[in-house]
Structure formats: C-alpha cells, structure tokens
C-alpha cells in the first residue's frame, strides 16, 4: 500500500487589486445653509426713473394687447366652428348664421369642406362693436322717462 502524505494546503498569493481605492473621508457637518454663495448688489434708481419705465412697459403691454399681439395662451389661431363659438360665447348656430351671410371673417378650404376662424380675426370683429363712452352722459343726471320735475328726483 501507498501511504499519502497530508501537506499543509500551499497558500496562493494574493491577487493584485485592479481597482485602487480611495478611503472614503468621514462626514463632516452640514452647513446650515446648504445653498451655494451667490453673489449680490443694489441699485439704486431715481424714482421719477422708476416711474417712468414702469409707465412705458404698462404701455408697451397695454399696447401689445389692443394690437393683437398677445394672444390668450389657452386657445388656438385657428378654431373650429364650436370653438370659436365659446371663444365668442355665442351659440354655435349663431356662428353658422354669421358665416353663411357673410358678416364675419372665416376661412374654408373648398365648398361643403369645415369652417375655420383664426382669433385674431375674431378679435378685431369684435372690436368694431365696441362703443366709446361719452363724457356727457356723466354730466347729465339719471332721470327716468317718467319724472319731469326736480322735486321728483328726490
């Protein structure tokens, strides 16, 4: 018979690290303001300045809207009929009404094809029934029809 021999196991070198590690520093305390720096400054403006470029971008804004040049963010330039009936708030048949007798701006593609109306067509339609207020009707006093003498007004 053979007789084994038991050897201590043979150890393995280690193997070389591929990826070097950095210690991980310990935490430190949070500042109490967590937002980076930020830089600031002042000015000081006049304020007949101030007032003055306020004025000219109330202006400028005011402006902008009468022209048209500031359409509302919720609707289309163009819209369909029921659409620009809400947007006018009137009815749809109304609209059709309008469009068939020819008192309103609208575009068609061909002839039984759908209507469309761009908003600022719609708004400038509207604007020529707008009616200016008159100075004299804040000097003459409310009188109804039916009081002719001064004593009745009181």
């Known amino acids: 018979m053979q007789q084994i021999h038991q050897s201590a196991p043979i150890p393995r070198p280690a ?5 070097t590690r950095r210690p991980i520093p310990e935490p430190t305390a949070a500042p109490s303001d967590p937002s980076p720096p930020t830089r600031s400054f002042a000015i000081s403006i006049p304020a007949d300045l101030l007032k003055a470029i306020v004025t000219e971008v109330a202006h400028q804004v005011l402006a902008d809207e009468l022209d048209g040049r500031t359409p509302p963010s919720d609707q289309p330039e163009f819209m369909s009929i029921d659409t620009a009936a809400k947007y006018l708030d009137v009815s749809p048949e109304r609209l059709r009404k309008l469009q068939a007798r020819r008192r309103i701006p609208y575009y068609q593609e061909g ?3 759908r209507v469309l109306f761009r908003r600022t067509d719609l708004d400038q339609w509207m604007a020529t029934f707008r009616n200016a207020p008159t100075n004299e009707s804040h000097d003459k006093p409310l009188v109804a029809p039916h009081m002719t ?6």
Do not use: F, K, V
Not at 15 to 19: A, D, M, W
Not at 149 to 154: E, T, Y
């Open 15 to 19: 193997r070389p690290s591929i990826r």
């Open 111 to 113: 002839i039984g094809c």
């Open 149 to 154: 003498h001064a004593g009745d007004l009181a």
